[in-house]
């Protein structure tokens, strides 16, 4: 941990140096990222519910997965570049420094500027949450989920990535699950067919991160008949991903060990 | 007890081959097996071979990055593929092709990263820092992002950061690949006298006989995974079959020399080449020489290490 921070400052302070590029590039995440909210918005021009919610209960979702998502693609940093690092050899001198590999992997190349979009998911949010109710456990819930969220985030990011010990070229691969699953987890799951949704709680967790947590602030029941505390199953869907996602790295790293390739 | 021991020393390595449309063999290469030898502490030693000889996988398994399939490994009393971290303390490691700075940022910065990281006390930073950056002549190039710095700049920045912990062993893979001829003159310097004033030890792989001849009493080759030769540079000249060569300048064109423990290998007007095993002495025959024929001038040829070599991979 202490070891990621200072790796992690150290990024941070030589991004500061170009304050220009780095706020123009901050600017620019914030931008995209918002065209990606209007469009759902500009859908609602149209409609009034979409999967039976309206606009600001979509909001809702899409803020919570959002900000858990950015988060977490900011503690990663250089993870989904694995494969790069093997070929480049940089990997190997890694291996040569007294921390953990997957701590430098996550220090290295740390974007402060993804906090722009950090800022929008926030925004989304926060334009949303007069629809809630807003009590101690509903607050409780909401900072559970997107606590459980990073760590859920973060683990389907090293798991696929982590892929590339075995095959150097399988980025856009992880890419799908993560980019892919942030987008999916946008929408209300009602849109989806139920074995789609099946797939998002047991094979891919990724309905802990905002579905059902969300289904609680609004103080709705599972359209698909989940048990009730799967509202509240966050924080150990996330524990099970670490166990998992502690395996495969280890093993990945085991095989590079093993190769050298 | 060795600093580093090397006993049967293995490592496979499958590779999988497509063999037609869906089947597929895979092959198993030895890149090491049965290599073993030690090193003592504050010693320098040359590891050479040609490429794919396992000069890289020997190293790899030496800082722990493999691990090996067969015999054992232990450096400073650690196994390196269980102990890496710790054993990364205690070792300097650099890659020539590579680099292990961080390239976006000033070299200013990657040796106070480091510093922090390995836990390096003040006052040993600052001597290394101030030691190894007067020597290695980087004072001006501190500030400077890594991705800025020439090749040399950038292999001198790589070794003043590996040495900042002060470790034990320097493990330098072809450290002076692509440099100038004053370039690597200087690195050579600095390299003699960081194991003369430290004793730190060495242990460096590289094409560059000249890095050999300048730093190493002690060579080991390796070819096809296995040490073919370990022992002192001289001895790699008189072993291996290799001949010192005896000219002879006569004061008149002659019939070829005719003495014991020679042959004519050339002649050319007045001036004989004689060929003599490298391991016996040039003295008798000089004197025969000289006692039996009108000589102008006469001079000694050591054997070209590089043909030795050449030998050794040969055979």
Redesign the interface.
């Known amino acids: 941990m202490r070891?990621y921070w200072?790796?992690a400052l150290?990024w941070i302070?030589?991004a500061l140096s170009y304050p220009v590029s780095f706020w123009t590039m901050m600017v620019g995440g914030v931008l995209i990222t918002f065209l990606d909210f209007v469009s759902i918005w500009l859908m609602f021009t149209h409609i009034d519910s979409y999967g039976g919610f309206s606009l600001r209960e979509i909001g809702l979702l899409y803020g919570v997965t959002s900000i858990a998502f950015r988060i977490a693609d900011m503690l990663v940093g250089s993870v989904e570049k694995i494969g790069q690092k093997v070929r480049?050899?940089?990997l190997?001198?890694m291996?040569?420094?007294?921390?953990?590999v997957l701590v430098q992997l996550c220090a290295d190349r740390f974007e402060l500027r993804r906090l722009g979009q950090i800022g929008q998911g926030v925004a989304v949010f926060a334009w949303a949450a007069p629809i809630v109710d807003w009590n101690p456990q509903r607050l409780g819930v909401l900072v559970m989920a997107i606590v459980s969220g990073v760590v859920i985030y973060f683990c389907v990011f090293v798991t696929f990535s982590t892929i590339q010990f075995w095959t150097t070229d399988a980025s856009e691969f992880a890419n799908a699950f993560t980019y892919g699953g942030n987008t999916i987890m946008q929408y209300p799951m009602t849109i989806f067919p139920r074995e789609v949704v099946r797939s998002l709680t047991y094979l891919l967790p990724l309905t802990f991160v905002n579905w059902y947590p969300c289904l609680f602030l609004l103080g709705e029941t599972d359209p698909f008949g989940a048990p009730g505390w799967f509202r509240f199953a966050s924080p150990l869907a996330a524990l099970v991903l670490v166990g998992i996602t502690a395996l495969v790295w280890r093993q990945g790293l085991?095989r590079y060990?093993?190769?050298?390739s | 007890m060795s600093l580093i021991e090397v006993k049967d020393l293995s490592r496979e390595f499958t590779i999988r081959k497509r063999a037609g449309l869906l089947r597929r063999t895979s092959v198993v290469k030895r890149a090491v097996h049965d290599l073993t030898f030690e090193i003592d502490a504050g010693e320098m030693v040359g590891y050479i071979g040609p490429n794919g000889a396992g000069k890289s996988t020997t190293i790899k398994m030496l800082t722990g990055i493999l691990v090996p399939s067969g015999g054992s490994a232990q450096v400073a009393g650690l196994e390196p593929s269980r102990r890496r971290r710790e054993l990364a303390r205690r070792i300097g490691v650099v890659f020539g092709q590579r680099t292990s700075l961080w390239w976006d940022l000033p070299l200013r910065d990657s040796f106070e990263l480091l510093r922090r990281i390995y836990r390096i006390p003040d006052k040993t930073f600052r001597r290394n820092l101030e030691d190894h950056v007067a020597m290695l002549d980087l004072g001006d190039l501190l500030d400077t992002p890594v991705r800025q710095l020439s090749l040399g700049q950038r292999m001198r920045g790589d070794i003043a950061a590996a040495l900042l912990h002060d470790p034990e062993i320097l493990y330098l893979d072809e450290p002076t690949i692509g440099l100038d001829v004053v370039s690597k003159g200087r690195l050579r310097e600095f390299l003699r006298a960081l194991n003369h004033e430290r004793r730190t030890t060495l242990m460096l792989t590289t094409h560059d006989l000249g890095d050999i001849e300048a730093l190493c009493d002690r060579v080991i080759v390796i070819d096809d995974g296995t040490a073919v030769f370990d022992g002192p540079l001289p001895s790699l000249r008189t072993g291996g079959g290799a001949s010192r060569t005896l000219v002879v300048d006569l004061v008149d064109e002659a019939a070829p020399i005719a003495v014991e423990g020679a042959e004519v290998v050339k002649v050319e007007g007045p001036r004989q080449w004689l060929a003599f095993p490298a391991g016996s002495s040039a003295a008798p025959l000089v004197s025969q020489v000289a006692a039996g024929y009108d000589v102008a001038d006469l001079s000694i040829h050591e054997p070209d290490i590089e043909d030795v070599i050449r030998n050794l991979y040969g055979g």
């Open positions: 070891a200072l790796i150290l302070r030589a480049s050899g940089d190997d001198a291996m040569t420094k007294p921390v953990p085991r060990r093993s190769t050298g």
